[in-house]
């Protein structure tokens, strides 16, 4: 499988940018790529930004192609005629139902965010958000820069006064040594090569700067759920799911040293509760130290 860095240098180069599906469309089907690129120029379409919408008028549907097309459509359609034939709708539906999730499930978000919020350090500190989607993290916790290779994400983080870079976690746009943290909330759950994303987020990194990671826990209860119906979720279907451990051996591989941890949405507490260490929490925060 190509890997979202080429699809989207194969598109930049050409003068597009894609939005969240339309990537993984491409990726997971690599070889419709130039004829889609052939099509677009011939038929001399305005648009700079490739939805799914604009992907199935050129293609002639996604019927045979390979997900995300209309196996996640069916998702969040109920009517067959719907399902296969308005997926413009899907991809203005999925960012927005993104965030109608924490509005929604206001109580978990503001768990995790102050489960993040006290491991990050100074306010005055220069913070990168990697797959900083929308801004939900990023925003109350006053960062300012952000990685989204979603378009539609990426529009509504720069409504919120972030700086957005449609770039990949595995291939930052940034100099060695500028940050003081980078942030990843549940962005590892999504990236292709989590190694190359953390040694990315290590080359950015000032001298004593940290990672901070936020991720549900695969070997929690909801972690185990999650990972057993994952096929089903609209947000969790593309997802790999980490263990406290395995992520902490790639962040040791990395170079990042001095890990501490924070977790919350704890089984038999109630959901403000915020503890030190792993082990009983769905969500865990672990923040890691570049040394040198």
Known sequence: ?????????????????LDG???????KNSE????????????????TTITMDLVSRMLGGLGRAKGPGIEIIREFFTDDKEKETDI???????????DKWFDKNHDVYHAELEA???LIPSPHAKGLEVGVGSGKFAVPLGIKIGVEPSEKMATKAEKHGIRVFRDVAEDLPFSDSEFDYVLMVTTICFVDDILKSFREAFRVLK????????FVDKESELGKQYSDKHNSSVFYKEATFFS???????????????????????SGE????????????AFVVVKGVKNG
């Open 21 to 27: 599906v339309a990537l993984g469309f491409f990726v």
């Open 88 to 98: 413009g709708k899907y991809t203005s539906m999925y960012s927005d139902r993104y």
């Open 270 to 281: 109630t959901q403000e509760v915020i503890q030190d260490g792993f082990g009983k929490g």
């Open 116 to 118: 993040i919020r006290k």
């Open 32 to 47: 419709k790529a130039d004829t889609f690129l052939k099509l677009i120029k011939k038929n001399n379409e305005s648009s």
């Open 244 to 266: 406290t451990q395995v992520v902490c051996k790639y962040l040791k591989d990395t170079g990042f040293s001095g890990l501490t941890f924070k977790q919350t949405l704890i």
């Open 1 to 17: 499988m190509v890997g979202k860095k080429e699809i989207l240098s194969k598109f930049l180069k050409e003068g597009y940018q």
């Open 207 to 214: 001298p004593r700067g940290c990672i901070i990671v936020g």
